[in-house]
């Protein structure tokens, strides 16, 4: 049976429009430094002032935006899957096909306009998505129990490392 999903969810349309506006005003600080590589707070400790608000925007802004735009390129990708999945057209015929265009997009612009790119961080991890993007949700489960306890032994050895030496 074939469906058509023609109907935008105007609601996530929203929450993206307020999530690239949060992007934007985290990202002036970096707009406004003279290279890319300067500690803010260093930069930005000439007025108690600047060091609260920009400790602010790092708190309520960027600690949640970045988490929310990431979460909503999953559903994205999710939404995709599913409207392929429905259609009976295969997600892994167009899908890697979109990644590598949102990889290139993303390397030329960190590499041309911005140090700041985001867009390639997401390309690699949409097409690690593509190997769990079909397993069941008990399997979610443990692949992400299991990735998330290799990634915190390696902190723990790391921190180890750099305390202990």
Request: proline content about 4%.
């Amino acid at each position: 049976m074939y469906t058509t999903y023609t109907d935008r969810i105007h609601t996530l349309d929203v929450i993206r429009g307020l999530c690239l506006l949060g992007i934007l005003v985290i990202n002036v600080f970096g707009f406004l430094l003279p290279m890319p590589y300067i500690d803010l707070y260093a930069w930005y400790s000439g007025s108690p002032f600047e060091l609260v608000a920009y400790e602010n925007i790092a708190i309520y802004i960027q600690g949640s935006i970045y988490p929310l735009f990431a979460m909503l390129f999953g559903y994205g990708v999710a939404m995709q899957y599913v409207k392929a999945t429905a259609n009976g057209t295969s997600f892994y015929a167009f899908a890697p096909r979109r990644f590598t265009i949102l990889l290139v997009i993303g390397l030329l612009h960190g590499i041309l306009l911005w140090w700041g790119d985001i867009l390639f961080a997401y390309a690699i991890c949409a097409f690690v998505l593509l190997a769990f993007i079909r397993l069941k949700p008990i399997a979610l489960l443990v692949s992400a129990i299991v990735i998330n306890g290799i990634w915190q032994l390696c902190a723990l050895v790391f921190l180890g490392y750099w305390t202990y030496g």
